[in-house]
């Protein structure tokens, strides 16, 4: 313990001697380990926000997973099973991301009549065909237009009469309005019935033996519209809901009929516990919930998720999946470029830190050599350095995670970050990586200074001397290590050039990279730091020998002490040349990074402005042209339709295909085109089309 005290009380005293220094180091260390320590903790922020928006943006918060299941019984004993084990089973696999969940359920079909009318088949015409259907948060999601939403209600002999609740629409088709009291019936008979078609006359005409009805009461208590159509709540979409169709031209038409779950399900469910329904589950995934850190398990448990509803004749389609997958293949682009311009930026830090180090222990370089003259060991000397070293790296270790996150956080509040985080700050995490690296940068940091230390210990006072007035050549110079650098420097340089990208497509359709070819340009650096340091002493050299003839005495002297030992002077220059090239690097990727989201977004929109209708409107496509070629601004509009089609061949093995149809010289002007799209030009691939 005595000599342990005895070392700190020399540390200390040195340290107060050259507290400059001592300073320096400590804010040298603390800078490396904090920008090692931050290359996770901002490379997670990152990840972790662009998973959000990737989310709620590129999918405008449709980010769902959907669970169909055509045929199951409504209320009987397997149906029962079956609905409870796969809602289980989702929650198991898909309900840990979960936001929101719905349920939408389409049951099966009967003809409405009003009340006291003949029912099927003794009715004249065919009756509208009833679907009644019931889904969760309808109160959220319609509109009353007329009368009330349905609600559980028994009649006056003691029957549960199915409140519906229809479209405007469908109310025009069904001639049905609030108040109407109609009769649901199913009816089955014993003639063979067949879709009709226009290759083959209809069947002849059949009159049944053996007859089975059903009926059901019900009401119409009110007209309803979806509040917002397009919302991502209605799966299937809106109009499958709420709008009529009429299957075939000699059919009554089919309505939609919302009604309440417990009439659904202990109403007709209760009197026809066998008859099957179409079941849809849509689960809306939390982006808070999803991070860089377990996209892959919501990817994998939406894969699973299907493979396990396959064998039960249950469909999962999931938007969520295709944005895992594109954000898994874009990760790397995003963060690769980030993180290797935060490791240059650590590199700087700890070159720093070296140099600083190297003159701590030149200035100390009597005092060690004193201490070899008196008996102490090289060892002995490296271990009072490292115990040094470890004062000022554990501290260090421990507080530069914290300030990486600190920084990290700080920077959503930057003009940059404002636009995307809302002023808000980023979502730094802190995790084992952050203290991985912090403790690395400090390791790092510590073996800067042990080395030159170390080194200098095998000097005694004579040896010392010699050396201060006779530097020698360092080892990299005298094997020429730094010629072979900056050539392997250049050969990756050149085979980047040739390539085009550090990104090539692998052969399982990924995207791989070389690291070799990542860390070029800080080879590149290192290189031209090499030459530096080998060609800079013969410039000073020839430049002492001209300036030596004209100048002064002092001038000249110093000229030739710089020559003597540039060591000190270049290590400066090294520092100032790379702090220089990592800007630069900086400021290129920032002009490469802002083209490729807008080459990106143009790709993507293919022109300047775009716009999509449905093909039930009144108007032709070239009225549509005529009336938007008028709007101030617009300089030349085109129409363009997306169909599907197959080929017209005879036999039913027809292929389905997108059929897209343009204007190509109006596509020439208004497309969006690079040139290394393709191997000709647009006008050119436009003349082909032409």
Known sequence: MRSIYTVWRMMARRSVANWRLASTLVLGVLVASTLLASAPIYARAMADLGLTFAIRDELREDASTQITFRELPIAAEDGRRVQEAVTSRIDERIGWFTAARERVVQGPRFSMTAEGQPAPPAMPNPAPVAVPQFFTSAESNVRVMEGRLPAPQTGADGRRVIELAISRRAAEASGFKPGDRLTLTDYFDDCPREIPREDRPPPPPCTPKVGVRFTLAAEVVGIIEPIEPEAPFWTPRASLLFDPLRLIPESGPLIPALTDEQSFFAGLGGLLPEYRASF?????????????????????????????LRPLDGFAFSTLEGVLQRFDRDLRFQQTPLLILLLQIAGIALFYVGVIATMVVERQADE??????????????????????????????????????????????????????GGDPLP????????????????????????????AARMTGVTSRRQAARPGVPFFRRYYLDLALVALAALLLWELGERGSVFTPSATGGVSSDPLLLISPALFTLGAAALLLR???????????????????????GLWQVVR?????????????????VGTFAASYSSTAERSYRDRASFEAGVDLRFGVTDDISTSAREVVEQLSKVQGVERVAPVVRVNATTAAPGSGVQDMALLGLDPAAATELLWFRDDLAAESLPALMDHLT
């Open 565 to 581: 030992n540039p060591g000190q002077y270049t290590r400066l220059a090294l520092l100032l040349m790379m702090a220089v090239a």
């Open 280 to 308: 849809s589950w849509n689960y809306f995934a939390d982006p808070e919930k999803l991070s860089r850190a377990n996209y892959r398990r919501a990817r994998e448990d939406i894969i699973a998720l299907r493979d396990d």
């Open 368 to 421: 060690i050599a004193l201490l070899r003259s008196r008996g102490a060991s090289r060892w002995q000397v490296a271990g009072l350095y490292l115990l040094e070293g470890l004062s000022i790296g554990v501290p260090v270790t421990l507080i530069a995670p914290l300030l990486a996150g600190l920084v990290t956080a700080l920077l959503g509040l930057t003009p940059t970050f404002e636009r995307v985080t």
């Open 535 to 557: 060609f800079y002493p013969a410039v000073l050299r020839v430049a002492a020998a001209l300036v030596s003839t004209v100048a002064s005495v002092p001038v000249a002297l």
């Open 428 to 455: 730094a995490r802190i995790g084992p990586a952050a203290f991985a690296l912090a403790a690395l940068g400090a390791g790092l940091s510590l073996l800067m200074l042990i080395g030159p230390a170390f080194l």
